[in-house]
């Protein structure tokens, strides 16, 4: 924890600094006042997602194996959306931790789509209909780009609006997308392909007509590229293919080995908690496209599932 003093028009207000998100405020002063700011430390969880539910497990203890199921999420527990449509995600292959963690983004394959799920209510914000949706990540002014693989209507990039569902604004073709990430240092998307990582700028945004200009395109060291997950605290990102594990720096534009996973095959999904370190990733089970098993790094522990089948990990973000 830190302190700070600033002596203001004779009030001396003191802040403390703890590790998290959310600020908590309680006041008085030296002859009456005194201002104290600290944030909250929120709980560490992790967000699952493989065939039909998405889930979120809840940790006290990133060491230990016990844990607590503290949210839960199907299709049809969204009372806005038709009953019709509930099988488009049936095969959750992405979700990641937006807005606070107050919502979820999701794709799903085989039918394919993407949504945005509120956390509280299970209601879908938004949705599209791609074919072997992969991967979707939010983009400033209300937008999600979604990355969809192979299949017929997929291999593309598709941008849309968050307050029109299923409207696409802007289209790439990119063969077997399986990653998107929004660099907001760098205001760049990156965008993971089969045997390519792309960098694409923004363009007209403030406009009806945005779209993405293609900058770059960087050879990745396998093929098959499949995860894309930004390496917190350093200019890497992390990027997994059906061989390996690969850090590539947005600064020196190079590749190199991710010690960690080195040598590691089918790595569907990987994630470094930015505040506790430990990393997560599913290793597919020989001959299968998903795990029954989590594994973590720093601290190394495994967690088996008999019956289960997970896709993708992500911890959630505060």
Not at 7 to 25: E, K
Not at 139 to 152: D, E, Q, Y
Not at 219 to 244: A, Q
Request: net charge negative; charged share 25%.
């Amino acid at each position: 924890m830190g302190a700070k003093l600033i002596l203001t028009h004779g009030l001396l207000s003191i802040l403390f600094f703890v590790t998290a998100q959310v600020p908590i405020i309680h006041t008085s002063d030296l002859f009456g006042p005194v201002e104290i700011k600290m944030e909250e430390k929120h709980p560490v969880e992790l967000l699952l997602c493989g065939k039909q539910e998405v889930s979120i497990f809840r940790f006290e203890d990133i060491a230990d194996t016990v844990y607590q199921k503290v949210w839960s999420w199907y299709a049809e527990d969204a009372v806005n959306f038709p009953d019709s449509l509930a099988e488009v995600f049936y095969a959750t292959d992405e979700c990641k931790s937006v807005n606070n963690g107050e919502q979820v983004l999701i794709t799903a394959s085989w039918r394919g789509g993407a949504a945005l799920i509120d956390r509280q209510t299970k209601n879908i914000i938004f949705y599209a209909l791609i074919p072997n949706a992969h991967s979707a990540e939010l983009l400033p002014g209300n937008r999600v780009v979604v990355a969809a693989s192979t299949a017929k209507g997929g291999n593309r990039l598709a941008l849309y609006d968050l307050n029109r569902s299923n409207h696409i604004v802007f289209q790439d073709s990119l063969y077997s997308g399986h990653g998107v990430i929004w660099d907001e240092n760098r205001k760049i998307l990156w965008a993971l392909g089969y045997d390519e990582l792309r960098a694409y700028s923004l363009i007209d945004w403030a406009s009806d007509t945005p779209s993405l200009k293609l900058k770059d395109t960087y050879k990745i060291p396998g093929i098959s590229g499949h995860d894309l997950m930004s390496y917190p605290d350093t200019p890497y990102l992390i990027i997994t293919e059906e061989g390996s594990a690969w850090k590539f720096d947005r600064d020196k534009k190079v590749f190199s080995e991710f010690e960690e996973l080195k040598g590691l095959e089918h790595i569907k999904g990987v994630m470094i908690h930015p505040e506790v370190k430990q990393l997560v990733y599913v290793q597919a089970n020989t001959g299968k496209s998903s795990s029954d098993s989590l594994r973590f790094l720093n601290p190394e522990k495994t967690m088996s599932f008999p019956g289960h089948s997970f896709y993708k990990a992500r911890w959630v973000l505060y």
